[in-house]
């Protein structure tokens, strides 16, 4: 629970994502809908505003992740993205969840699209030859699996990658992988 969490660590508590049975995920695209999960984004995109987005420097990159593989991390990064096209223009969705991939399926794409693994690793030299604009958000799927995640994440080209693209974006969400399964996600 809220109070449980409070409890364990000292950060502040945005907002809380309510439960939701399967039939129900999906990306919520409709800045009129009132229902619980959609107010739930709206709610911590308000306190987000106090938390990150007023300081001097740019905070426009925002990570999502949990402990391990099916907590929601790629319902949660898929409509905060969303929730963020309401206010903001120009958004970017990463699935950097490389061995994992989850975002191809809640928008509805083969998961052999080519995205950030290619980039990364060289294949690929436009990123915006990858992009796939769903539904006003600009989405940039995880790519082929490759065999070494871990390194290519801790690459100096993916530091650039995401230093160039919070220049481009109003704001950058980041689909990781779970921290206590892999190590990826600390990179």
Do not use: W
């Not at 629970?1 to 439960?19: A, C, V, Y």
């Not at 970017?92 to 994992?100: E, P, T, V």
């Amino acid at each position: 629970t809220r109070s449980h969490l409070s409890e364990k660590i000292d950060s502040p508590i945005i907002g809380e994502i309510p439960k939701i049975n399967d039939e129900d995920v999906k990306i919520i695209q409709s800045s009129s809908s009132r229902s619980p999960l959609a107010e739930s984004f709206r709610m911590i995109i308000a306190n987000l505003n106090f938390t990150l987005f007023n300081h001097s420097e740019k905070n426009n990159i925002i990570l999502v992740t949990s402990s391990i593989k099916g907590e929601g991390k790629t319902l949660v990064s898929s409509n905060l993205a969303s929730a963020l096209t309401n206010k903001y223009k120009k958004i970017l969705l990463i699935g950097a969840d490389l061995r994992n991939p989850q975002i191809h399926k809640l928008i509805g794409v083969d998961k052999t699209v080519l995205g950030l693994s290619n980039l990364i690793y060289g294949n690929e030299d436009n990123f915006s030859d990858l992009i796939i604009n769903h539904k006003g958000i600009d989405v940039l799927l995880s790519g082929t699996i490759p065999p070494n995640p871990t390194e290519l994440l801790a690459s100096k080209k993916f530091k650039n990658f995401i230093q160039d693209v919070s220049k481009g974006y109003d704001y950058v969400i980041i689909d990781s992988a779970p921290c206590l399964l892999v190590s990826d996600t600390f990179e």
